[in-house]
């Protein structure tokens, strides 16, 4: 809000601002993706013909799933918070970056790797949802014979 209304860029005064701007960024990123996984193999669980896998499609599952895996994103998220800093362009210009060296082609790769293996992630458990879908036997109701 002070970034917009205002023209007040805390992240490049203060460096603790800057670094969980950029640590929410990066948590945030992840976190979406990494839900909307959660979503598709929910779906796959619900829709298997299997009573086995379809018990696996509830709450205390879901709520342990979300947890442990909010859990372990934070952690390994944290270097996003380690690496960020203010970097002076110009004399009296400063702004949130990360460090140089050899963290902004981690960075890259590490996007890509997400986003290869997070759009995979979505079209296999997509496809196992469909081919679930798709091999619902229909029960058909019993035939009432009247004469």
Same mark, same amino acid.
């Given at each position: ?64 799933? $979300? *947890? #442990?895996?909010?859990?372990?994103? /934070?952690? +390994?998220? &944290? ?7 203010? !970097? ?26 997400? $986003? *290869? #293996?997070?759009?995979?992630?979505? /079209?296999? +458990?997509? &496809? ?7 091999? !619902? ?9 009247t004469s």
């Amino acid at each position: 809000m002070l970034d917009i209304g205002y023209n007040i860029n805390t992240g490049s005064y203060n460096i603790f601002c800057c670094r969980i701007r950029v640590y929410l960024f990066v948590l945030c990123d992840i976190l979406s993706s990494f839900y909307l996984i959660l979503a598709a193999i929910d779906r796959m669980f619900i829709t298997s013909p299997s009573v086995e896998t379809r018990r696996r499609s509830n709450n205390h599952f879901a709520y342990k799933s $979300i *947890i #442990s895996d909010t859990l372990f994103w /934070i952690i +390994f998220s &944290s270097h996003s918070f380690i690496f960020a800093d203010t !970097v002076q362009l110009v004399p009296n210009h400063f702004i949130c970056y990360t460090k140089f060296g050899f963290y902004p082609a981690f960075i890259a790769y590490y996007s890509l790797i997400k $986003i *290869i #293996s997070m759009s995979s992630l979505m /079209i296999v +458990f997509g &496809s196992l949802t469909v081919r679930n879908i798709r091999n !619902v036997r229909r029960v058909s109701g019993a035939r009432i014979i009247t004469s």
